[in-house]
């Protein structure tokens, strides 16, 4: 079998080995995002596991995880078929992480005020920074998405958190996909909800989450559009 881990060193995270049906996971995951395999495309078992050199087993046990993340849907007789964006799954994201988001901020900025760290904050923006220079897509979408999840973990509610996980595959999905959006406008965002949270001022935090995500939900459409995804 071929080495088939993919670079995941998400900040303020220790090394844990990953199942094999993990690794398939994250690698197809990428692959999706970077365009291998096209929306509305079929993803045949024989030849991924041949291209992986892996048995079929833990290849179909990572397909259950790609499908409660969005990036595949299963079918009766045609398998695992890669996800499609559209209009409507644009806007539910949106919608979605205003109301996650939004309140992640005002929660994660009471915790401050009542002595929370914001290490996590700190670590994810300094990351940001360093991938920005390198302008690979990939990584950018990678570290926005790392950002916003560190945002709700800030936050202290394991419910929002587990939440959040179940979309933030989607939301790199769409940041890669939008990634001729402005990325040094997108970091002065992020340090400016940052100070906000930092402030502790719940009303300031919140706001100003709000405004970060909405402002990208236009300039998302249009970016999509010209890659002719609709």
Do not use: C
Not at 44 to 52: F, G, H, K, M, V
Request: charged share 30%; proline share 3%; net charge negative.
């Amino acid at each position: 079998m071929r080495d088939i881990t993919t670079a995941t060193d998400k900040p303020g995270t220790a090394d844990k080995p990953d199942s094999l049906s993990r690794q398939i996971y994250a690698r197809l995951r990428e692959d999706i995002i970077r365009g291998k395999y096209p929306e509305g495309s079929r993803l045949a078992e024989q030849p991924i596991a041949e291209d992986l050199e892996v048995s079929r087993v833990p290849l179909r046990e990572a397909v259950p995880l790609l499908e409660m993340d969005g990036f595949v849907r299963t079918f009766p007789r045609r398998g695992a078929v890669v996800f499609q964006w559209n209009k409507k799954a644009v806007d539910d994201l949106f919608d979605l992480r205003l109301t996650i988001e939004v309140g992640a901020a005002r929660y994660a900025a009471r915790q401050v005020a009542e002595g929370k760290s914001i290490v996590q904050l700190n670590d994810a923006l300094a990351h940001s920074q360093r991938v920005v220079l390198h302008q690979d897509s990939y990584e950018i979408a990678q570290s926005s998405t790392w950002y916003h999840e560190a945002i709700v973990d800030t936050a202290g509610n394991e419910l929002m958190s587990q939440l959040m996980r179940t979309i933030s595959g989607r939301m790199m999905w769409l940041f890669f996909l939008t990634s001729q959006l402005d990325v040094e406008d997108a970091f002065e965002d992020h340090v400016t909800l940052r100070d906000a949270i930092a402030s502790g001022n719940e009303r300031v935090a919140e706001s100003i989450a709000y405004a970060h995500i909405e402002r990208d939900r236009v300039p998302s459409f249009i970016a999509l559009r010209e890659r002719g995804e609709f």
